[in-house]
């Protein structure tokens, strides 16, 4: 098919290198003048589309583009040459939404680049090897797949994004089982990580943290311990005092238990809960939980803030659901809820989102 030069858009995204070629772009442009003929430009349409970048030209209106796969420089040179139809040929033959697709589209315009034209430098295939796990957290493209699309050995795809992944599935691992923890069901974890529910819980179950009395006793500290897991402090305190009574876990957290009923906490203990306005001590909430709840009672923090409720949760082995009009983004516990003054619904409906 023939396209009009004009309707295609070069999207910065899905080009796989660092820049395009001036020099290419003018030994092109010579060639057309002596008549040579190009191969058909590899196109896709595609929607859900939102071009905010003004080097780009847009076909059909804000939502709707034609984006070029493969083809950049043949396409600069026709619009050099003043000619106003291209050759194209369609990657997919129905228009595809632009936002589930980008990363297919850029491991596919790379590799078409791998195999002609200016090939991809490795600089470039490292480079966008690197930024797939940002825009793929989930993991969908494996080492393998990505090793294809960019023509290299997995292994070397394995040495560019080792770290990227291993920084991602740990987080990824601490955020379920804090939420295991925390008393969320297998069905809730796994829509919040977007993970299958046989997979989240395989992580709960395989998770083995036997080495943080070694640590211990090797004389390493609760911040070493916790980042040698690659996971929060609270977590990492809540494994060390699994299975110890209420009073152990105050010991073993240094603070003394008050049996009298009024409680004057100076400072926040900073292990626990993020800095918030009109942030509570951790002491305060520990307190409370050991006078009027047991392990394994179902705690609603309902303005969570911080999050030090739930933090306090995980080390006295209460379940917690935490809610708050504001989020943070390392708080996957705390759930976005406005409580409406004049609409007091519930949020948590169903029984067994609660258990
Ligand atoms: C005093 S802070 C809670 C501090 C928390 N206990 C801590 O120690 O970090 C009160 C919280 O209530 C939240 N909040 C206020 N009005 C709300 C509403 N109508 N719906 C949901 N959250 C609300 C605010 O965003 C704020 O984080």
């Not at 595609?46 to 804000?62: L, P």
């Not at 033959?93 to 491991?107: C, Q, S, V």
């Not at 040698?228 to 990492?236: G, I, K, N, R, S």
Request: some cysteine; overall charge negative.
């Amino acid at each position: 098919m023939e396209v009009n030069i004009s309707d295609l858009t070069w999207d910065q995204f899905i080009y796989p290198r660092g820049n395009k070629s001036e020099k290419t772009i003018s030994s092109y442009v010579e060639a057309l003048e002596i008549g040579a003929q190009f191969p058909p430009i590899r196109i896709q349409r595609v929607f859900n589309y939102a071009d905010g970048n003004e080097t780009t030209v847009q076909s059909a209106g804000r939502h709707e583009a034609t984006v070029i796969v493969d083809g950049i420089h043949r396409w600069f040179a026709f619009k050099e040459k003043g000619i106003k139809k291209i050759a194209a040929v369609e990657w997919k033959d129905k228009p595809l939404d632009y936002e589930k697709n980008k990363t297919a589209l850029l491991l596919e315009s790379a590799k078409c680049n791998t195999s002609h034209g200016d090939r991809l430098s490795p600089g470039d295939k490292k480079r966008i090897a690197r930024d797939i796990p940002t825009s793929d957290p989930e993991c969908k493209w494996t080492e393998l797949a990505l090793a294809e699309k960019l023509g290299v050995i997995q292994q070397t795809v394995n040495t560019w994004i080792s770290d990227i992944r291993g920084r991602q599935k740990a987080g990824r691992n601490t955020v379920i089982l804090r939420l295991s923890h925390l008393g969320w069901s297998p069905e809730k974890i796994a829509e919040a990580v977007a993970l299958s529910r046989t997979r989240t819980s395989e992580i709960v179950g395989n998770a083995n943290f036997g080495k943080i009395d070694t640590l211990l006793s090797e004389g390493h500290d609760m911040d070493y311990i916790a980042s040698h897991y690659q996971m929060d402090l609270a977590l990492a305190w809540s494994l060390r005092l699994e299975r110890m009574t209420d009073q152990e876990r105050f010991k073993e957290l240094g603070w003394g238990l008050r049996t009298w009923d009024q409680w004057n906490f100076n400072e926040c203990d900073e292990r626990f809960g993020d800095d918030w306005p009109g942030r509570i001590p951790a002491q305060l909430v520990a307190h409370t939980l050991f006078y009027f709840t047991k392990p394994g009672d179902l705690v609603l923090d309902p303005m969570a803030g911080g999050g030090v409720v739930s933090d306090v949760c995980l080390l006295f082995e209460r379940k917690c659901q935490s809610f708050d009009l504001a989020l943070m983004d390392n708080r996957p516990e705390i759930q976005r809820y406005y409580w409406d003054p004049q609409n007091w619904t519930w949020p948590v409906t169903k029984k067994e989102d609660a258990e």
